[in-house]
């Protein structure tokens, strides 16, 4: 049975992406670990695993049910996991409507067998991966917004040894009328 590598996730606009990248060249040197690729730059909502066809599907056919309201999502904060050597960007105060959102298709996932990591949802884009643990994080004077109006699922590719990640699908998030 073919299987795929998939995750539910939130793309960035490629703008974006470029600024992210001058930036992580800025304040952070070389030895800091390997750079995400900018196309890969991304937040996984929900990782799935190993999909097969029948089940991606199926996890299709339910994200296309959710109804659910776009946010902006203030990128204000960065860390370091020491155990797999991982820098990322995050947000000091995640929106709710992205906290419903990822627990929403994490739920769904679980039913769907996918195995979920009982951690709770930490929304976070890995900018290096193998860092030292002496790595130095940037002061906290740094801010991005990007206004999220959709979420996508993804299948992760082998490429020259590392993953690239291509869209499968995508779900469009209603208009907040408040904003």
């Known amino acids: 049975m073919k299987t795929q590598r998939l995750f539910f996730g939130l ?14 060249a800025e304040v952070f040197p070389a030895e800091a ?3 995400i690729a900018a196309a890969n730059l991304h937040m996984t909502l929900a990782f799935l695993g190993e999909v097969s066809e029948e089940k991606a599907l199926i996890l299709q056919q339910l994200a296309g049910r959710i109804q659910q309201e776009g946010f902006t999502l203030d990128l204000d904060d960065a860390g370091f996991w020491p ?14 409507a992205l906290l419903q959102l990822a627990n929403l298709l994490r739920a769904q996932a679980a039913r769907q067998g996918c195995h979920q990591t009982p951690q709770p949802f930490h929304p976070h884009i890995t900018l290096l991966r193998y860092a030292p643990r002496n790595v130095a994080l940037p002061p906290r004077d740094f801010h991005w917004q990007c206004q999220v109006d959709h979420f996508s699922l993804f299948a992760s590719v082998p490429d020259q040894g590392r993953p690239s990640y291509r869209q499968l699908a995508s779900w469009p998030l209603s208009v907040n009328k408040e904003a």
């Open 11 to 24: 793309s960035l606009p490629e703008s974006l992406q470029q600024q992210l990248v001058r930036w992580r």
């Open 33 to 35: 670990g390997r750079p």
């Open 83 to 96: 155990r797999p050597g991982v820098v990322w960007l995050g947000c000091r105060r995640p929106p709710r």
